[in-house]
């Protein structure tokens, strides 16, 4: 069970340091997604990128690795009035299908990614009780 962690965490850096890269080299292709009440959503679009990307790292070593999957599976949950105005005002953003066939399991998805950074970090062992921590 070791190894499905490791490869989970390895997974999750790199699903994290790809978004966080486009969050600090595109911020105007995310600005239209943000929800009016977030404060300085430039700021708030390139912070959450500087954030992913730490995370990402974090969560490859062992010092930081706990800390990183709070923080992850955190902003998980943070980004989902995003990802809910995205799929409900059909905001087209270049490269991501404007279509339920991509909205739908997006947003049914966000809690597994929770999960998944909650479990790669050896916090959560459900549900496989008993497995080894990370």
């Known amino acids: 069970m070791a190894d499905g962690r490791f490869w989970l965490r390895a ?15 595109r911020p105007d292709l995310l600005m239209p997604i943000m929800p009016a009440w977030v404060p300085e959503p430039c700021l708030v679009i ?13 969560l490859l ?17 943070c980004v989902y009035p995003a990802n809910l105005k995205h799929a409900l005002d059909h905001i087209t953003v270049p490269g991501i ?13 966000q809690p597994v990614l929770v999960w998944a950074a909650l479990w790669a970090g050896g916090l959560v062992d459900w549900p496989v009780k008993g497995s080894p921590r990370a």
């Open 11 to 25: 997974a999750l850096a790199c699903l994290y340091a790809g978004i966080g890269a486009v969050h600090l080299a």
């Open 97 to 109: 299908p404007d279509s339920w066939w991509y909205h739908g399991p997006r947003l049914a998805f």
């Open 46 to 58: 390139l912070a959450t990128g500087l954030c992913e990307i730490a995370g990402a790292a974090a």
């Open 61 to 77: 070593g062992r010092r930081l690795r706990r800390a990183a999957a709070i923080g992850l599976a955190l902003y998980a949950v």
